[in-house]
């Protein structure tokens, strides 16, 4: 039944005879959306409760009808939920291993938040070098994050960041998957919600980032699968969460003092959250699933959990062919050395990599000579930038994408200069202060006076 109330064309399909007749098998594929989708938990209201009513398309087509059910990524409790719908009691189990040999799992507690710009910095080469970034999938679950997540003041190189998620033009979507698939795609880090994690390849991603806590072992699963599907290299699945994620008290989840992987029951609801009834209120805390909680303690090897989850015995379950299976072995994992830029650390970001900075207290200003020779280097620049890519993302705030640009201007020019290239002496100059509204607005003055010489069919 359509949102409207009528009957969709695929259920006149169904009820017409001379259709039904002839159906001899359904497959569904990525049969977990039936339990995460379409059935009850925790008391929410269901997402697409479709997937919970497939027994009644079974029950119209009659027993004659094969049906067969996909999926990599159930663990036990979900795979009950399929069975008890579309599957019959005898049914016959195909299954192969669904590990990943070529990717390292890991977690990381981000400094600041989830939200903190500065923690993805670490997704991008420093120097940037566009032709060797890795190509980077980060996962937000909040669509509105999407937008505003990435650093633009970090990094600020055309079409290198996009965004990606369902409200989004499908014009706009096509042009920003193309380019983060095509080999010489222009985009290097896609932000994304999860309708990228499921049944889309991407050939060269090499890093997944899970930003935020996942809602189920699942979503870490097919998302952090998204890494080298089609490139022979050592692929990265991380996990961002939050601090209060290691406050989280194991024993809100009913875990006994001592509980290990033996005496965990991989049969029971894993993803469940602390309260067995949620709301829409209910805040993220009370919403942690436990195996991902559990993910982040490092009690375990992260690739012999998934094992347990998906009831997968097979030998090459747990084999790895990366440097490192996880970063649960207490073997010198360092997942800095894993990824292309640093981590960002509150204690010593903007400060020089070898020494502490010491801070100017009294900054000196920039003469007037200077100043007029910076404002020359940054006209040039500016003119360049438009006339190498007019149609780039022009924002209200289109100026901020470019920082990471300025920036390195300024710091080219005053380290010619024999002047410290500290960000402390651009922020408090003089000439920051006084000028830095008058370059923007010239900007903004030569990206319309392009927009005006651009001419349109
Ligand atoms: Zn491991």
Same mark, same amino acid.
């Given at each position: 039944?359509?949102?409207?109330?009528?009957?969709?064309?695929?259920?006149?399909?169904?009820?017409?005879?001379? /259709?039904?007749?002839?159906?001899?098998l *359904?497959?569904?594929?990525?049969?977990?959306?039936?339990?995460?989708?379409?059935?009850?938990? !925790?008391?929410?209201?269901?997402?697409?409760?479709?997937?919970?009513?497939?027994?009644?398309?079974?029950?119209?087509?009659?027993?004659?009808?094969?049906?067969?059910?996909?999926?990599?990524?159930?663990?036990?409790?979900?795979?009950?939920?399929? =069975?008890?719908?579309?599957?019959?009691?005898? !049914? $016959?189990?195909?299954?192969?291993?669904?590990?990943?040999?070529?990717?390292?799992?890991?977690?990381?507690c981000?400094?600041?938040?989830? +939200?903190?710009?500065?923690?993805?910095?670490c997704?991008?080469?420093?120097?940037?070098?566009?032709?060797?970034?890795k190509?980077?999938?980060?996962?937000?679950d909040?669509? &509105?994050?999407?937008?505003?997540?990435?650093p633009?003041?970090? $990094?600020?190189?055309? =079409? *290198? *960041?996009?965004?990606?998620?369902?409200?989004?033009?499908?014009?706009?979507?096509?042009?920003?998957?193309?380019?983060?698939?095509? @080999?010489?795609?222009?985009?290097?880090?896609?932000?994304?919600?999860?309708? =990228?994690?499921?049944?889309?390849?991407?050939?060269?991603?090499?890093?997944?980032?899970?930003?935020?806590?996942?809602?189920?072992?699942?979503?870490?699963?097919?998302?952090?699968?998204? #890494?080298?599907?089609?490139?022979?290299?050592?692929?990265?699945?991380?996990?961002?969460?939050?601090?209060?994620?290691?406050?989280?008290?194991? #024993?809100?989840?009913?875990l006994?003092?001592?509980?290990?992987?033996?005496?965990? &029951?991989?049969?029971?609801?894993?993803?469940?959250?602390?309260?067995? $009834?949620?709301?829409?209120?209910?805040? $993220?805390?009370?919403?942690?699933?436990?195996?991902? *909680?559990?993910?982040t303690?490092?009690?375990?090897?992260?690739?012999?959990?998934?094992s347990?989850?998906?009831?997968?015995?097979?030998?090459?379950?747990?084999?790895?062919?990366?440097? /490192?299976?996880? +970063?649960a072995?207490?073997?010198?994992? &360092?997942?800095?050395?894993?990824?292309?830029g640093?981590?960002y650390?509150?204690?010593?970001?903007?400060?020089?990599?070898?020494?502490?900075?010491?801070?100017?207290?009294? @900054?000196?200003?920039?003469?007037?000579?200077?100043?007029?020779?910076?404002?020359?280097? /940054?006209?040039?620049?500016?003119?360049?930038?438009?006339e190498?890519?007019?149609?780039?993302?022009?924002?209200? &705030?289109?100026?901020?994408?470019?920082?990471?640009?300025?920036?390195?201007?300024?710091?080219?020019f005053?380290?010619?200069?024999?002047?410290?290239?500290?960000? =402390?002496?651009?922020?408090?100059?003089?000439?920051?202060?006084?000028?830095?509204?008058?370059l923007?607005?010239?900007?903004?003055?030569?990206r319309?006076?392009?927009?005006?010489?651009?001419? /349109?069919?």
């Amino acid at each position: 039944m359509s949102k409207e109330g009528h009957l969709t064309r695929f259920a006149k399909f169904i009820r017409n005879r001379t /259709f039904s007749r002839w159906a001899f098998l *359904v497959v569904i594929d990525e049969a977990h959306l039936i339990p995460i989708f379409g059935l009850p938990r !925790y008391g929410l209201s269901l997402f697409r409760p479709v997937y919970g009513k497939l027994d009644e398309i079974k029950t119209m087509l009659g027993p004659a009808v094969i049906w067969a059910a996909m999926t990599a990524t159930a663990p036990c409790y979900m795979l009950k939920s399929i =069975e008890t719908r579309v599957l019959r009691p005898n !049914y $016959v189990n195909l299954s192969t291993t669904s590990n990943r040999s070529d990717i390292t799992y890991a977690t990381h507690c981000v400094p600041g938040g989830i +939200d903190r710009l500065e923690n993805y910095g670490c997704f991008l080469s420093s120097p940037f070098v566009f032709e060797t970034q890795k190509r980077v999938l980060i996962f937000r679950d909040n669509k &509105d994050s999407t937008i505003t997540f990435f650093p633009s003041n970090i $990094v600020a190189v055309g =079409e *290198v *960041v996009r965004h990606y998620h369902s409200l989004m033009s499908a014009d706009y979507l096509k042009d920003a998957h193309d380019e983060f698939t095509k @080999p010489d795609g222009k985009c290097k880090i896609l932000v994304a919600t999860a309708g =990228e994690s499921t049944g889309i390849d991407h050939p060269d991603v090499e890093i997944v980032c899970l930003a935020g806590l996942p809602s189920d072992i699942t979503a870490v699963l097919q998302r952090g699968g998204r #890494a080298v599907r089609q490139i022979s290299c050592d692929g990265l699945c991380v996990i961002f969460y939050d601090n209060w994620v290691n406050e989280i008290d194991l #024993a809100d989840y009913g875990l006994k003092d001592g509980f290990n992987m033996e005496s965990f &029951d991989f049969d029971s609801d894993i993803d469940r959250p602390p309260k067995n $009834v949620l709301t829409l209120m209910s805040t $993220v805390k009370e919403r942690a699933s436990l195996a991902c *909680v559990l993910l982040t303690k490092r009690l375990f090897c992260l690739r012999l959990f998934f094992s347990k989850c998906l009831r997968d015995d097979s030998p090459e379950a747990l084999e790895f062919s990366t440097a /490192f299976c996880c +970063d649960a072995h207490n073997n010198g994992f &360092d997942l800095q050395q894993l990824l292309p830029g640093k981590l960002y650390n509150p204690d010593t970001a903007h400060k020089p990599l070898d020494a502490p900075m010491k801070k100017s207290s009294n @900054p000196k200003p920039r003469s007037s000579a200077n100043k007029k020779q910076l404002r020359k280097l /940054f006209e040039q620049w500016l003119e360049k930038a438009h006339e190498d890519n007019p149609m780039s993302p022009q924002t209200d &705030d289109w100026a901020k994408l470019w920082a990471a640009d300025i920036f390195k201007i300024i710091s080219t020019f005053d380290a010619k200069n024999e002047k410290t290239s500290s960000p =402390e002496i651009i922020e408090d100059s003089e000439w920051y202060e006084s000028d830095w509204e008058e370059l923007f607005e010239k900007e903004k003055e030569t990206r319309i006076r392009m927009e005006k010489s651009v001419c /349109f069919p």
